[in-house]
């Protein structure tokens, strides 16, 4: 039995100083024909996929009344966000909902230097679950409050058959490969 042992010891050191040997690379063991490539890495947003349905933001691409939300999402650098598998549920702001902010709001928030503020206002409009509609419709009967991506609960109602998200009418919804999207005409301005 005592020889045994010791042969099960022998033979586990001699594959851990086999293991940490063959792990060792100096760096003048590397070839100097070696050369690297600069890579150019991008995420998600990057990749470019005319064949699959298309996600949140190909569709807000896709619509001309998306535009400032579209440039918006570029300038706080969450395109990533947006197309990620999901399912998330995006509470989407025609071009209208921005003209009704204070003049010289969008363009201020569209400055490199405000971009942290700009994400945080997007992500007020990003809830990270499945909400179509009639989830939606649930929801408000048991006068729930959604959790949004920026942290903050907004209330959902049904007024008349109407569903609101956070006093602001849900005008028209969109089925996109990652999630919803709920067009509205106000912008979710959080409160900070």
């Not at 399912?87 to 204070?102: G, Q, V």
């Not at 179509?132 to 006068?143: F, M, N, R, T, V």
């Amino acid at each position: 039995m005592k020889t045994v042992n010791i042969i099960y010891l022998v033979a586990l050191s001699l594959l851990f100083s086999c293991k940490s040997e063959n792990s060792k690379t100096n760096a003048s063991d590397v070839s100097p024909e070696v050369k690297t490539e600069e890579v150019k890495l991008g995420g998600q947003s990057s990749v470019k996929d005319e064949v699959s349905d298309p996600d949140a933001l190909r569709t807000a691409k896709s619509i001309a009344d998306f535009s400032t939300l579209v440039a918006a999402i570029e300038a706080a650098g969450v395109e990533d966000a947006v197309v990620n598998a999901g399912p998330l549920t995006i509470f989407a702001p025609l071009n209208s909902a921005f003209d009704k902010l204070p003049a010289g709001t969008v363009e201020d928030l569209l400055k490199p230097e405000n971009k942290s503020k700009l994400a945080f206002i997007l992500t007020n409009h990003v809830a990270p679950a499945n909400y179509p509609i009639q989830q939606l419709e649930k929801e408000a009967k048991k006068q729930r409050k959604l959790y949004m991506a920026s942290g903050n609960y907004l209330p959902v109602e049904n007024k008349e058959g109407k569903i609101f998200v956070n006093g602001i009418e849900i005008i028209k919804t969109v089925k996109v490969s990652n999630g919803w999207i709920h067009v509205i005409d106000q912008v979710l301005v959080p409160q900070e």
